[in-house]
């Protein structure tokens, strides 16, 4: 039976709960801080709109440097850290983590199928990158050289997998969430996400036999990722 914690709050309070040296993966996906430069939904008459606006949650500052201390206290010597992030972003956890750690470095994640440009004034935003931190000896399941790579394609989520009610606008599919994990960790490992939105790292990690810790703030995201991992469940007790 796989084991879980699922906690809604704060996690910058929730975190301090945790143990020292207890997690062997932090993978998450925090806050991008884009909705500044949003030019608001595009509207069409042949289909819906389309969505350029992110939930209310992403207005809100978002400073890596504010993680450091409690993401190295509950990292394993052994442990990973992977965390969604843009462009405007990556700069910051690099002088956040850089010097904090053995190796940083980034993945870039391209969605085959990114939301078009209708009017083409630009790029498609067909990739988001991935930050990467560890210390000597950490874990690390690679067979290949052809498996290391720091370039992931898979779809957006859609079709079942992607939770209609409520709608999270950055849900990410497990596809690329299972292979990280399975990069990064082994079997009954500690996954931890402290923005665990409707827990699809949860899910990617329960499916590969991991345990799972997961933190969320908003009520709606925390009960809808409650109700599709508490099945066969049981409480992770640190």
């Known amino acids: 039976m796989t084991k879980l914690l699922l906690r809604q709050g704060d996690s910058r309070e929730l975190i301090k709960t945790l143990p020292d040296s207890s997690i062997d ?3 998450t996906d925090p806050p991008y801080n884009l909705g500044k430069y949003s030019t608001g939904n595009i509207e069409l008459k042949w289909r819906s709109d389309i969505n350029n606006d992110l939930a209310a949650w992403d207005q809100i500052d978002f400073s890596p440097m504010e993680w450091l201390y409690e993401f190295k206290r509950i990292l394993k010597p052994t442990g990973n850290i992977f965390a969604f992030t843009s462009y405007n972003l990556l700069g910051q956890w690099h002088q956040a983590f850089d010097k904090e750690f053995d190796s940083f ?4 994640w391209h969605k085959t199928n990114p939301a078009p440009k209708i009017f083409k004034a630009g790029f498609l935003n067909s990739c988001e990158l991935i930050i990467c ?4 000896k950490h874990t690390w399941n690679f067979i290949s050289q052809k498996e290391m790579h720091n370039f992931i394609e898979s779809p957006i989520c859609m079709g079942s997998e992607r939770i209609k009610n409520p709608k999270h606008p950055t849900q990410k599919p497990t596809a690329i969430l299972k292979k990280i994990i399975q990069i990064a960790s082994n079997p009954d ?25 997961g933190f969320e703030l908003e009520p709606d995201y925390f009960n809808a990722a409650s109700n599709r991992l508490g099945t066969n ?5 640190l």
């Open 25 to 27: 993966l932090i993978l």
């Open 105 to 108: 470095q980034f993945m870039v």
């Open 133 to 136: 931190c560890w210390n000597k």
């Open 189 to 213: 490992d500690i996954v931890f996400d402290p923005f665990m939105g409707v827990g699809s790292t949860g899910a990617a990690a329960l499916e590969l036999d991991r345990q799972f810790i």
């Open 233 to 237: 469940s049981k409480q992770l007790f």
